[in-house]
């Protein structure tokens, strides 16, 4: 075994090879970006190595000073994580040049693997299912089309050097192909640095079920069963949960024999995961072969959960040449694991990702980087921010039971408990899909979220009247708290609503949905609370505890969590949680209106192109931008009619969010 490596990644994934490391006695390298100088990454390693710039490109694709690093600080061996180099055969070879061991599968099976369209000829030898569509190396635009026509539409366009979701199209009809091939090509050559796409028929109602595989050096290879993966929104997995519902023993075996027989195709080493589409029809469920993946995957701690294994010790132990340590018979499942993607963004605005500090980063009681009930993999800390260089995953949630049934339980439970203050995330978002009628009864596919899109976006949970108690309860408390604290306090400055006589109220200015609403707080002669908003006016009752805040208002009853940022009052509840702004009725005072006719950048990025120019008569809804931004597209369309008056930046161009791209003229 090795006495050191260096792990080439950063986040939830450094940490996590880190944590396997130490439990086995290794000692470990970080590398990092600026941007990462005080990340969680560059802490849990024993040394630390400055590698670049805030940008890939100019830090964790540079595997030139990753091996420097690994040279200079004495490390054996690299491991690269997910993503950024952990598919780059050059990488791979460069490691093996220069004396040190990658943890992962030989240049070569990254090579074969790596393009689509070569790893589906190799697949097609080996006797494994393909879908019908073009993997060729000719990419002539009018060739591509002829192809799509042929296959028959819908089509699915994927970069033939992509992973992740990146590159991917669905291509509904043929006059949409042109310009969705474009946005494809662009998205895989900034990810990648290879246009190369393939097209495939776009299966109806499919599942995704991958396989994770395992080979070592002396011909060994075993699969460790099947994760499915069909809740996805934009090509990316947003829930992923093993064993498969409603897998029977024969396709699991069949699907298991496939992955296999894909790996040892290319002399497999290390660990892999062999992804399938399967298509349901007439009660039966059919697998395709989709890709394979020459890496970790970021949902392995479901297999890790109901296998009982630790999949990173095994890359180690195979890395330093030793055999596998389990064969095919000796593998069982034990229960069923789900694993919940918390990332920046926000689901009601096509996820759009976010960025901001950290401020609150509270997560239920769990272990982490282990097998257990409950178990975060976190590469971040409380006060850290998520910026738009990298991924938007903020943590995985990985829940454990014996049925689905349970698990689904505990998930829902255990995000109900992570409370995170100072960007959007999905939180709120994974409970609804849990809770969906669709995923609690394992009617899987990957159009489960557009299925499923009344019950899944624009969600109120909480609603004004206990979002208003809530923020009220805990402005008196604090009050109070504030008024019982060691030393003299000013009397006049008191906010208990004490009066010689008469009635007094107190009113509060809320923002709640983008509409304001009063509440006024009654403060009755026996010391009691009245709550007056809109049509509902019922006695206010709190208290503090151990668990927040214990609260009654209109016939309800429930315990509150509430932490202010500034105006805002962030609520949280087991029924959810919201937001609800306590306006500062000074600072408001001759507010105007926003100005119409702007078109700003919703998040900090790059423009990618602009599809109008000034003078342009534009409809709303039309396409107006490109912009990219945490390796994904995202486009900008007209909010109303108008002219385009003045384009304000030029494609390539980095702005800052909220920065005003063009103006628009009243048509």
């Avoid at 698990?407 to 439970?413: H, I």
């Avoid at 504030?482 to 200015?509: I, M, N, V, Y």
């Avoid at 707080?521 to 006695?539: F, K, T």
Wanted: glycine content about 8%; hydrophobic content about 45%.
């Amino acid at each position: 075994m090795f006495k050191k490596i260096l792990i080439a990644n950063r986040g939830e994934i450094a940490c996590r090879v880190a944590a396997t490391a130490k439990r086995l006695g290794l000692q470990t390298v970080a590398v990092y970006s600026d941007a990462d100088a005080n990340a969680k990454h560059v802490q849990v390693c024993d040394q630390a190595v400055h590698i670049g710039g805030n940008a890939p490109a100019e830090s964790y694709l540079r595997w030139e000073r990753i091996i420097e690093a690994a040279q200079a600080t004495g490390a054996q061996a690299i491991h690269p994580g997910y993503g950024f180099l952990s598919e780059n055969e050059a990488f791979a070879q460069a490691c093996a040049k220069a004396g040190l061991v990658f943890i992962g599968p030989p240049a070569a099976a990254i090579q074969a693997m790596g393009l689509k369209a070569e790893s589906k000829r190799l697949m097609e030898k080996a006797g494994v299912p393909l879908v019908p569509g073009y993997h060729g190396a000719d990419q002539d635009s009018k060739l591509l089309q002829h192809e799509a026509d042929r296959i028959g539409y819908p089509v699915l366009i994927k970069a033939s050097a992509g992973g992740g979701g990146k590159g991917m199209r669905v291509v509904e009809k043929r006059e949409d192909f042109a310009a969705a091939l474009a946005s494809c090509q662009r998205e895989a050559i900034n990810s990648f640095g290879d246009a190369a796409v393939l097209i495939e028929k776009y299966v109806q109602r499919p599942r995704h079920i991958e396989i994770q595989v395992f080979g070592d050096s002396q011909g060994n290879c075993v699969y460790l069963f099947e994760r499915d993966c069909s809740v996805q929104r934009r090509h990316q997995k947003v829930l992923e949960e093993a064993p498969a519902p409603g897998m029977t023993e024969e396709l699991r075996q069949q699907m298991g024999l496939a992955a296999v027989a894909a790996a040892r195709a290319v002399n497999y080493v290390g660990a892999g995961t062999v992804e399938f589409i399967v298509e349901q029809r007439d009660g039966t469920m059919n697998f395709f072969f989709m890709e394979m993946n020459t890496r970790l995957q970021v949902e392995h701690p479901v297999t890790e959960a109901i296998t009982g294994l630790d999949l990173v010790e095994w890359q180690l132990r195979v890395a330093a040449g030793e055999p596998l340590p389990l064969q095919q018979n000796q593998l069982k499942i034990t229960g069923h694991a789900i694993e919940a993607r918390i990332c920046a963004e926000n689901p009601d605005k096509q996820f759009l990702p976010a960025t901001g500090a950290l401020q609150v980063y509270a997560l239920p009681p769990c272990s982490e980087f282990a097998v257990s009930p409950v178990r975060v993999d976190s590469g971040v800390r409380q006060g850290d921010a998520i910026s738009p260089y990298y991924d938007s995953m903020v943590a995985k949630l990985i829940v454990q039971g014996d049925t689905r049934e349970q698990a689904l339980v505990r998930l829902d439970a255990a995000l109900a408990a992570t409370r995170i203050v100072g960007l959007q995330t999905n939180v709120q978002f994974l409970r609804h899909v849990v809770g969906s009628r669709s995923f609690a009864q394992a009617d899987l596919d990957t159009a489960l979220i557009a299925r499923e899109a009344a019950v899944l976006f624009e969600q109120e949970k909480v609603g004004l009247p206990l979002a208003a108690a809530s923020v009220v309860a805990h402005t008196l408390l604090q009050e109070q708290a504030g008024a019982s604290a060691p030393g003299w306090s000013d009397p006049w400055a008191r906010r208990d609503g004490w009066r010689s006589h008469g009635l007094t109220q107190r009113h509060f200015e809320l923002e709640f949905r983008d509409e304001r609403h009063t509440a006024v707080l009654d403060y009755l002669h026996d010391g009691a609370l009245r709550l007056h908003l809109e049509e509902a006016s019922a006695p206010l009752h709190f208290s503090r505890s151990a668990a927040g805040i214990e609260l009654q208002y209109a016939g309800q009853r429930l315990t509150v969590q509430v932490e202010r940022s500034g105006e805002v009052a962030h609520i949280f509840t087991a029924r959810g949680a919201t937001q609800i702004t306590v306006l500062d009725a000074l600072a408001h005072a001759g507010e105007a209106p926003a100005e119409g006719g702007r078109l700003t950048a919703p998040m900090p990025g790059k423009v990618v192109s602009f599809a109008v120019k000034a003078g342009d008569k534009v409809s709303k809804g039309q396409v107006l931008a490109v912009m990219e931004a945490m390796k994904m597209e995202h486009t900008i369309a007209a909010p109303a009619e108008g002219v385009v008056a003045e384009l304000l930046y030029a494609p390539g161009d980095q702005v800052a969010e909220g920065a005003e791209l063009l103006k628009l003229s009243a048509g």
